[in-house]
């Protein structure tokens, strides 16, 4: 691929913020664009973007593409304003190389479509689960509950993602939750309705998860103790999906467990 800078980089105020890895600076402009600048802009953008990800961190361009040492930051706004000029459809498909891309950019570039986004997220971790490279950052639904940009989704996809993070030691899980309670009233419920998949259930998650007070058969009692969850909707639940053949097995073996700690 040629180094050389295209002309249509030249007094290119999109092209500045690029190259000089701003990454703030490249979602407010490109959220502002129109679809005539979008257009305009999409070759650029896309040459620049395949330039910079072929290319090691601290390496430096001899063709002007990227202002000093590159770093994380410009991968991160080529990125931003790829998605701007592709729309949302291919942007909800993208994998993502920066949990923040993730979280910030559908918001700001398509408020509208956030639906589209969760949709599209959930359906990913149920086919893939342990998918990490294409699941990364998508977790990002969560914190779009917790802002007031989308309601908790109910869909199986989501609901299994949610349970991930119990896995994840940045998350002190029960905050989290209490944090964005439409999760518990709506997107966890999904637990008792639908089943797990191939590589993520609940009782998967338990059996891999080494602390134990971080298991969800010792966790999702604390919300019946907390009143989220009533002791005998949580009870009546847990004998549907035992007497169910919608389940396997091994999954129903997790709610023999959270029947258990709920006697406690």
Known sequence: MS????RSAVDNPLFDLLAAGDRAGTLAYAAGMDD?????????VRKLRLVVSAEPTSARSTGGWWLGR?????WAAAD???????GAERSADLSYTDVRVARDAPPALFPDRLDLFV????????????????NRGIEAMFDWVRDGLIPAPARRGAMLLLLRET????????????????????????????????GASAMQFDETNPWENRRLSVLLPQLVKLGYWDDEWVRQRIERVLASDEWP??????FKLLRSNLAE
């Open 167 to 198: 896995q994840m030691d940045r998350v002190a899980y029960l905050k989290f939750l209490r944090e964005r309670p439409g999760l518990i009233d709506v997107t966890l419920k999904e637990l008792f309705r639908v089943p797990g998949v191939t």
């Open 80 to 86: 931003i304003a790829h998605m701007a000029c592709i």
């Open 119 to 134: 949709e599209s997220w959930s359906a990913r971790y149920e086919r893939n689960p342990k998918g990490w490279d294409r």
């Open 70 to 74: 590159l770093t994380a930051d410009h």
């Open 3 to 6: 180094d050389s800078l295209p």
């Open 249 to 254: 097995e091994y999954q129903k073996r997790f």
């Open 36 to 44: 005539d600048e979008k257009r305009r802009q999409k070759s650029l």
